[in-house]
């Protein structure tokens, strides 16, 4: 049994909307603790952003999410929920996907049912598996759950609202509850009638995705005290920081190729301060660790 997995179940099962951002990899995780939030999850379309150069299509492999996430649970100390995907395809994979995520410390994952090839985002078209194929996927990281760390929470997302017709997606999302789901999410859910409609109907802890935040794409950006006061569990900002990032670099390169000087002096607007940074990311502790370790040469040779 993992702390971190007990203290996320226990935030969920709260249902105030517990806000969990979407970090890409270690640093952008750290950043989001160090932020004041109280989990963290890994977002797929930030991987494949981030990893590739690529969109949130099925290109990125197993292991390299599995690194990024073992990455991401060394780094910080707030509970930490992985993003499997599909599943990697099969039953057999999403629960060994499972039994490696509750050995490296994850306190739960995403899992979804749509079909290959995903699409990213909230994108009309989506298709999705059987209920019947989600629901032993679901059954099967279940059981691992149970077997090895009964609090690991299991969030089970849904299709697309848009394209399968709400009342479709909650039925779902009581079957997945039913298999072993912890907490259920619908794709592109709408707006604030859809997710009060998903809440008094789903029989169990629900979240929202408002994606980067700002726009919340194709759901509506109902504040967050107001979805507490609806009783959502949890509230997905999954994108923001692959494109806060992306923003920030893009901004700074224009900037630097259209400066005259090829530099920007004294521009520190643009830039965290290296000693700042330095600082964040622990240089100090890794020094200290060395003098203590390091072996001097001149000793060696007395």
Not at 281 to 296: C, I, P, S, T, W
Request: net charge negative; with cysteine.
């Amino acid at each position: 049994m993992s702390e971190k997995s007990v203290l996320l179940r226990g935030q969920i099962q709260k249902r105030r909307a517990l806000i969990m951002p979407g970090c890409h990899d270690a640093l952008s995780a750290k950043v989001i603790q160090r932020c004041g939030f109280e989990a963290v999850q890994i977002s797929g379309f930030g991987i494949a952003g981030c990893l590739l150069g690529k969109p949130d299509v099925g290109l990125v492999s197993t292991k390299d999410v599995l690194d990024l996430t073992w990455n991401v649970v060394q780094a910080v100390e707030i509970p930490v929920m992985a993003d499997i995907g599909t599943g990697a395809e099969s039953v057999v994979n999403a629960a060994w996907i499972v039994e490696r995520l509750i050995n490296m410390g994850a306190g739960g994952m995403n899992i979804g049912d749509q079909l290959l090839p995903i699409r990213c985002g909230h994108p009309s078209g989506k298709q999705v598996i059987s209920a019947e194929e989600m629901i032993g996927k679901v059954r099967a990281c279940a059981d691992v759950r149970n077997r090895q760390d009964a609090d690991f929470v299991i969030s089970a997302c849904t299709g697309s609202r848009a394209g399968f017709g709400l009342e479709k997606m909650i039925r779902r999302c009581n079957l997945y509850l039913d298999a072993g789901a912890d907490l259920v999410s619908i794709n592109a859910i709408g707006d604030r009638d859809d997710i009060e409609r998903a809440v008094n109907a789903v029989e169990g802890p629900l979240s929202v995705n408002l994606m980067d935040g700002v726009t919340g794409v194709n759901t509506e950006l109902v504040s967050i005290p107001e979805l507490a006061a609806m009783g959502i569990a949890q509230v997905s900002i999954r994108v923001a920081s692959i494109m806060a990032a992306h923003r920030a670099l893009t901004n700074f390169f224009n900037a630097l190729k259209v400066s005259p000087t090829g530099v920007l002096p004294g521009e520190t607007n643009w830039l965290t301060d290296y000693k700042e940074f330095t600082d964040f990311v622990g240089l100090d502790e890794h020094r200290a660790m060395q003098e203590k370790y390091f072996a001097n040469e001149s000793n060696l040779m007395d």
